[in-house]
Nanobody, 116 residues
């Protein structure tokens, strides 16, 4: 089992920045990749960014050059960060942390609202 706890969402003006964090605990040694997905009202959940155990990163085209994913791991915890810069209103969504291990795990979601 892997438990995920997210933090860092909120309200920001267009052009602003936010940093999301997701702390994984439990059987973190089984995690192959961690990432962030988002779901806007009326839309399907989509991949935003992912980072693997060997630090290979993947980004959605819509966030390339604006968002950066990174991770920090210890023997018992693994934390993934999403630095979001130059935020746009279309980035407004609930952001979900995801980890891929033997099973796939999801966080509870954190709201990001970009509005003036």
């Amino acid at each position: 089992q892997v438990q995920l706890v997210e933090s860092g969402g909120g309200l920001v003006q267009p052009g602003g920045s936010l940093r999301l964090s997701c702390a994984a605990s439990g059987r973190v040694f089984t995690i192959y990749a961690m990432g962030w997905y988002r779901q806007a009202p009326g839309k399907e959940r989509e991949l935003v960014a992912q980072i693997t155990r060997d630090d290979t990163t993947t980004y959605a085209d819509s966030v390339k050059g604006r968002f950066t994913i990174s991770r920090d791991s210890t023997a018992s915890t693994s934390t993934v960060y999403l630095q979001m810069n130059s935020l746009r209103p279309e980035d407004t969504a609930v952001y979900y942390c995801n980890s891929v291990a033997i099973d796939v795990y999801w966080g509870q979601g954190t709201q990001v609202t970009v509005s003036s």
